[in-house]
Nanobody, 112 residues
Framework: QVQLVESGGGLVQPGGSLRLSCAAS?????????MGWYRQAPGKQRELVAH???????NYADSVKGRLTISRDNAKTTVYLQMNRLTPEDTAVYYC?????WGQGTQVIVAS
């Protein structure tokens, strides 16, 4: 049974930074899987914001390019999302996905 646990969300002022973490537990070699961060704002559909393939290729939604960075530590079975220069439009619940497994989400609120 694979479980993903996100952490690092919270309240931050516009222009600030947060780093989200997603730790995988269970019998999984995360290096074999694509990983991604998604977000869902109130009243909106869940969207992909950052993706890291098992081969190390990363892709980002246009709205976050240059501000968000996805990375992974395969030894620690953890994927990260570094978020800089946050704006109120980044307010959402952020979810990580590894392979077919989803985390429970962590809330990010950007407000002054």
């Amino acid at each position: 049974q694979v479980q993903l646990v996100e952490s690092g969300g919270g309240l931050v002022q516009p222009g600030g930074s947060l780093r989200l973490s997603c730790a995988a537990s269970g019998s999984i070699d995360v290096s074999l899987y694509d990983m991604g961060w998604y977000r869902q704002a109130p009243g909106k559909q869940r969207e992909l914001v950052a993706h890291s393939s098992s081969g190390g290729i990363t892709n980002y939604a246009d709205s976050v390019k240059g501000r968000l960075t996805i990375s992974r530590d395969n030894a620690k079975t953890t994927v990260y999302l570094q978020m800089n220069r946050l704006t109120p439009e980044d307010t959402a619940v952020y979810y990580c996905k590894v392979g077919v497994w989803w985390g429970q989400g962590t809330q990010v609120i950007v407000a002054s």
